[in-house]
Structures are given as structure tokens and as C-alpha cells.
């Protein structure tokens, strides 16, 4: 027994210290894409598989799931421009979004990539899988939705009523305190907080026409209770040709919160070829 210990120890150690990486603040690099400058993560082997987060987020939003993710694949984890430790650009909107994700494919000489979005990022992953097919292969957009139509009653007006201020900005769990940690353009954060905020009331994400064009093998994603009503997920399933759809019961928009053993599971089984 007094041989064990010190191996049980270590083995305890290790695998805490492993569940403790600060993803989002592990020593990424920065790779220059168009006029930006973006900020990314890499862990693994294997297919690239990008992950795009969602609004007033960063690469921590993955945080339970890049590790099993990372078994099973070469995972690039990005900041968005003007989000997490990536610096503001002049304007932003879930196309520019999409662009700026398929110049850093292209950056990265990537032959192909499969993509997970959530929220903000499965709304520019809907783009990005139409203007890219010969890059990207397989789509999993997570809470996604492509016109403002799909939001929950009353979600709408009340983004339009923010104001730009302390207060208001630290919503969604503290936004301000963490843009401000890890953003190069804190002094600025009232920008980055405009822009999002129009950008989340701007009615077209993505048209239908184009949804249908989408050719890609698509797995759409959702709580039971997402931001996202269900009449509009239904509405994307039916629209994208061929997509698969999941709704996990009695789970909110945050899909990694607590069910995040499970969403990595039915990724996993959806991306790895058959």
C-alpha cells in the first residue's frame, strides 16, 4: 500500500489537473486571417473539426467538451473577432463571421474540416457549410437559428431595450468582467457590445433559399428549452435537405451546462465516418 499511494496521487493529480485547463487561456496563438487578428486553440489528432462559439462568449464556452472532442479530433477552438482574446474589427455580422472562419481553413491548409457551432456560431456554421462545401464536410449547429422570427417571445424587444452601460453589460453571466479579462480592447468593450447587439436583431441570419442549397450532412441541435422555439427548429430541419435533428429533454440553450457528456457522445457518433 505504501507503494500505491504515491502512483494513486499522481493518477488523482493528473487527471485534475487535465479537467482544470484553462481552455480559451492555454498558450493559443494567433493566426492573421484577412484584416483580423484570430485567436485559436489546437488539441488532438485526427479530422480538423472547428468550434465556433457563441455570443459574448470565447473558447471557454467548450470547455467540457473539447476534451473528449480532442480524442477523436484534430479541434481548432477560435475566438471571433472583437470576442474572447481576439481583437475588435470595424463591424461584424454572422457572414463576416463565416468568412473570416473559411480564410482561417484556408490559412491553415486544411484539406477539409468538419465544423460545431453553437448559438452565434451555428448561425455563421449555416453560412459557412453554403459558401464552403468544398471544405467543409459535416455541420453540427448547436441552438442555431436563422432569422430573428425563430427567437422565444419577447427576446427580441429586449435586446433592443439594452442600454450601453456597466449594468446592462454584464449580462449573460457576467459578460463585461470577462470581455474585460481577456480582451486586448477592454478600454473599447462598448463597441463590441453594440455590435452584437445588432447583429442579434438584424432579421435575416441566412435565407431560406440558401438553407436549401446547403448540401452538407447537417445534425441540428437543441434544448427543450432553447432561446429557439421549436416551430423554427423544425422549420430548419425541414429546410435543410437531408438534415438530422436532436432536442434533448429538459435542457436550456446552454446545452453543455449539464448535459455535456451526452452532446460530446451524439457529436462524436454524428461526425466519426461510419
Known amino acids: 500500500m505504501k507503494v500505491l499511494k504515491p502512483i494513486l496521487l499522481l493518477l488523482l493529480f493528473s487527471a ?21 487578428s484570430l485567436y485559436y486553440e489546437e488539441y488532438g489528432q485526427g479530422q480538423p473539426l472547428l468550434l465556433l462559439h457563441g455570443g459574448m462568449g470565447s473558447i471557454n464556452n467548450f470547455k467540457k467538451v473539447i476534451e473528449p472532442l480532442s ?9 471571433s473577432p472583437g470576442q474572447g482574446r481576439s481583437p475588435q474589427v470595424d463591424s461584424i455580422s454572422y457572414k463576416i463571421f463565416a ?3 473559411a480564410a482561417f481553413i484556408d490559412e491553415m491548409k486544411l484539406d477539409s ?10 448561425n455563421s456554421a449555416f453560412i459557412l457549410a453554403h459558401d464552403r462545401p468544398d471544405k467543409v464536410k459535416k455541420v453540427v449547429a448547436i441552438g442555431a437559428n436563422s432569422d430573428t422570427d425563430g427567437y422565444r417571445a ?8 439594452w442600454k450601453v452601460d456597466p449594468v446592462t453589460a454584464g449580462i449573460n453571466n457576467g459578460w463585461l468582467a470577462e470581455f474585460n479579462k481577456l ?5 473599447t468593450w462598448e463597441k463590441s457590445f453594440l455590435q452584437l447587439k445588432y447583429m442579434w436583431i438584424t432579421k435575416e441570419v441566412i435565407s431560406d433559399k440558401d438553407l436549401a442549397a446547403i448540401k452538407n450532412k447537417f445534425l441540428l441541435l437543441y434544448g427543450d428549452k432553447d432561446l429557439v422555439t421549436l416551430e423554427h427548429v423544425f422549420h430548419l430541419k425541414n429546410t435543410i ?8 429533454p429538459n ?24
Open 16 to 36: 485534475g489537473s487535465f479537467a482544470q485547463i484553462p481552455y480559451g487561456s492555454n498558450n493559443g496563438k494567433y493566426l492573421k486571417v484577412k484584416n483580423a
Open 71 to 79: 480524442k477523436q479530433f484534430k479541434v481548432y477552438a477560435i475566438d
Open 99 to 101: 468568412d473570416y472562419y
Open 113 to 122: 474540416a468538419y465544423v460545431m457551432g453553437w448559438s452565434d456560431g451555428g
Open 154 to 161: 419577447g427576446m427580441l424587444n429586449w435586446v433592443k431595450s
Open 183 to 187: 480582451s486586448p480592447n477592454a478600454k
Open 241 to 248: 435537405n437531408g438534415s438530422q435533428l436532436c432536442i434533448l
Open 251 to 274: 435542457t436550456p440553450h446552454n446545452v453543455f451546462d449539464k448535459k455535456s457528456e451526452m452532446v460530446s457522445k451524439i457529436v462524436i457518433d454524428f461526425l466519426k465516418p461510419q
